[in-house]
């Protein structure tokens, strides 16, 4: 099963706007979480079409369960 950890944040057009980073660990902590956007955030390092992200909105991890087809 895939994972990723999509951390979500609020543009300064007030618009949301998502990070996402794959293989997250099982085990990754909130904590984790939450520093890695508060250092997003401090950093300003990303910027969208709506201006810098300014806050945070939320994070969740996603999971995609992939079954192959096998076809000849």
């Known amino acids: 099963m895939a ?3 999509e951390m979500i944040f609020t543009n300064a057009a007030g618009r949301r ?7 997250v660990r099982d085990d990754v ?3 984790e979480v939450q520093a890695a956007m508060d ?3 401090d950093k300003g390092i990303f ?6 992200l300014v806050a945070v909105a ?4 996603v999971a995609t ?4 087809i096998p076809v000849e």
């Open 3 to 5: 994972k990723r950890l």
């Open 17 to 23: 706007s998502s990070i996402s980073v794959y293989n």
């Open 39 to 41: 250092t997003i955030l």
């Open 29 to 31: 902590a909130q904590q």
């Open 47 to 52: 910027t969208t079409s709506g201006g810098d």
């Open 58 to 61: 939320g994070a969740r991890i």
């Open 65 to 68: 369960e992939i079954t192959e």
